[in-house]
């Protein structure tokens, strides 16, 4: 669906400057656009590779187990069915810890991982389990502490106080988190 909209802008805008004569301008345009967006990658990429580096660090020392044994009391109020010690309690922890150092594409493979060992738990293979259903509004809400990947965007433009949204994003992602699982139990209980 997304594609089909963003598809239809690119068309009424090539549309709307051949008829309106302003060619140039929808030259100009793309090709100053694809510049920044690699300008952009060039320079996001080391401070993101910096903090992959740090999360696969963190995986084969086994740090991250010792961080996610922290989440498990969360967990298992939670996820009360899901059995203890299983799979995806450990995969939904790196995701969330992953997510918390706004480290998105890190925290991908956790969750995708996490899903499908929810799945295997899931008695009805064609419709969403409770566990994934709040799972995914807690990755959807993406609690973060360190926003990383907009830091790095801040800085890339020359923010005066690229970390001064460090503590709007920790409030706002809380909050989304805590009104998603609110919600989540609300309309779980009324099923």
């Known amino acids: ?12 805008g090539i549309v709307y400057c ?3 004569g ?6 100009s345009e793309i090709l ?4 920044t967006a690699l300008d ?12 992959l580096g740090i999360m696969n660090i963190a995986v084969k020392s086994g740090l991250l187990k010792k961080m996610s044994k922290l989440f498990y009391p969360i967990l298992r ?10 799979e995806s309690l450990s995969l939904m922890s790196s995701n969330m810890i992953a997510n918390m150092f ?3 594409s890190a925290a991908t493979p956790f969750g995708l991982k996490a899903m499908q060992s929810l799945q295997e738990l899931n008695k009805k293979k064609d419709t969403a389990s409770r566990s994934m259903i709040t799972f995914l509004v807690i990755n959807t809400s993406g609690m973060t502490l360190i926003p990383t990947t907009i830091i790095s965007l801040r800085m890339m433009y020359k923010s005066v106080s690229p970390t001064k949204i460090v503590i709007p994003c920790i409030l706002a992602t809380l909050f989304a988190t805590i009104g998603g699982l609110l919600i989540d139990r609300l309309l779980a209980k009324r099923r």
């Open 18 to 20: 051949l008829l309106t």
């Open 77 to 86: 109020l939670l996820f009360p069915e899901i059995p203890k010690n299983h």
């Open 32 to 35: 100053n656009s694809s510049t």
């Open 1 to 12: 669906m997304i594609n089909k909209i963003w598809g239809s802008f690119i068309i009424i």
């Open 22 to 27: 302003k060619i140039e301008i929808l030259n």
């Open 102 to 104: 706004g480290l998105g």
């Open 40 to 51: 952009m990658v060039i320079k996001i990429f080391p401070v993101m590779a910096l903090w």
